[in-house]
């Protein structure tokens, strides 16, 4: 039943027996309404220009549009609104992807109702959930030398950033965009680019992916709080 309280999701996915599952599993969670359903990642923007979703819910692999370049492509046209991606496999290829593209969750399909509907609330509250496995395994990657890409990860590292810099890197945590970082602390988009150069150098990372792994790794910001 629609209610102004809801958060209206979008929902996609190819597999026509996945998507009415849990588009009616879903609806039957409080406090989620879903209000549209595609079935590929090309048919997204016409989605959101047709049913307004609050939260999109989107598979990772599809047919001509997979669900990395989808949510990109959302982004690039609503930078605000917020991406939760699904997937069948349990990979941390998948969350390092998700993250790249600025989605705000990365949920299994094996998830409770429960869980994906929990997960669509708080990603409309712009809060980050991402799937335990998938990201421990990432986690595990980048602490093992064989493996890691990241310079050496250090949470004493942020006694070497500004307090203005802690604060960019807690919201780049909590997946805001460039533009919304700098629209809520009343600076300009390129201080906030300058921010992060320099907090990429000091905790040596390379770029906005690997300094969430840095937040998630070290548990500096945990989510919620």
Do not use: W
Request: aromatic residues 4%; charged residues 25%.
């Amino acid at each position: 039943m629609s209610s102004p309280e809801n958060v209206k999701v979008g929902l996609v996915d190819d597999d026509a027996m996945i998507r009415n599952i849990l588009s009616k599993l879903l609806s039957q969670e409080e406090g989620i309404e879903i209000v549209a359903t595609a079935s590929d990642g090309d048919e997204v923007l016409d989605m959101i220009t047709e049913s307004s979703p609050d939260v999109l819910l989107m598979d990772v692999q599809m047919k001509r549009v997979n669900g990395i370049d989808a949510c990109r492509l959302v982004k690039e046209h609503h930078p605000d609104l917020p991406v939760v991606m699904l997937t069948t496999f349990d990979q941390a290829d998948y969350l390092s992807d998700a993250i790249a593209v600025n989605a705000q969750g990365f949920l299994t399909k094996d998830a409770e109702p429960a869980v994906i509907a929990g997960a669509i609330l708080a990603a409309a509250a712009g809060q980050p959930v991402f799937s335990p496995g998938p990201a421990k395994r990432l986690m595990e990657r980048f602490s093992d030398p064989k493996k890691a890409t990241l310079g050496r990860l250090d949470a004493q590292g942020l006694d070497l950033l500004t307090k203005q810099e802690v604060v960019v890197l807690k919201l780049l945590s909590e997946a805001l965009s460039n533009s919304e970082i700098a629209e809520m602390l009343g600076v300009e988009e390129s201080t906030i680019k300058s921010h992060l150069s320099a907090i990429f150098r000091k905790i040596g990372v390379r770029d906005r992916t690997e300094a969430v792994v840095y937040v998630y790794q070290n548990n500096l910001f945990p989510f919620g709080d």
